[in-house]
T-cell receptor, first 115, second 115 residues
């Protein structure tokens, strides 16, 4: 079965500092990987996705992620944090059934931005 | 605008009562999903449907039921058999290609509380 591990349930950074959210996956086949953001009491919004076209993926709001097959990682970064980045972030991998059985999510990382 | 609409946004259930959460999409997606979100648990798959009149159990289907009579609609019923239904419920839809799930689009969620 596929699994996703997000290191750190809470990450706190200062405004203007580098944001790094970690994600490792287990998959027996090259996966599709996703990062989603969730604001309180709202649904999930796609930040970016890896679909094997390029290992460095750029997303919305200045976020990017790098796929590293040798490390089975897909860490999310942003050079300079903004107060509006405070939210819950989820890493996800497409299901083992080719994706038709949905995404497997990590448990999420709550990003806190200190002024 | 195309998207996924969940209703109601807030729902209160009495002990022993069945309730139905609505999910409608106008994205013309074949696949639809229901996830349950609990604090610190990430998203867990309840049911999914790849095509009209067909659906499959996810990881935590006990105490839930679904139907898929129309492509646009995938309602979820939380039955009295679900002993701990208080949670945030998210509906999603996606296109699934032969190479995998390309992206899942989410509704804004329904917060269900047992009173």
């Amino acid at each position: 079965a596929q699994s996703v591990t997000q290191l750190g349930s809470h990450v706190s950074v200062s405004e203007g500092a580098l944001v790094l959210l970690r994600c490792n996956y287990s998959s027996s086949v090259p996966p599709y990987l996703f990062w989603y953001v969730q604001y309180p009491n709202q649904g999930l919004q796609l930040l970016l996705k890896y679909t094997s076209a390029a290992t460095l993926v750029k997303g919305i709001n200045g976020f990017e992620a790098e796929f590293k097959k040798s490390e089975t990682s897909f860490h999310l970064t942003k050079p300079s944090a903004h107060m509006s980045d405070a939210a819950e972030y989820f890493c996800a991998v497409s299901g083992s059934g080719g994706g038709a059985d949905g995404l497997t999510f990590g448990k999420g990382t709550h990003l806190i931005i200190q002024p | 605008d195309g998207g996924i609409t969940q209703s109601p946004k807030y729902l209160f259930r009495k002990e022993g009562q069945n309730v139905t959460l609505s999910c409608e999409q106008n994205l013309n997606h074949d696949a639809m999903y229901w996830y349950r979100q609990d604090p610190g648990q990430g998203l867990r798959l309840i049911y999914y449907s790849q095509i009209v009149n067909d659906f499959q159990k996810g990881d935590i289907a006990e105490g839930y039921s679904v139907s898929r009579e129309k492509k646009e609609s995938f309602p979820l019923t939380v039955t009295s058999a679900q002993k701990n239904p208080t949670a945030f419920y998210l509906c999603a839809s996606s296109i699934v290609l032969g190479t995998g799930l390309t992206e899942a689009f989410f509704g804004q969620g329904t917060r269900l509380t047992v009173v």
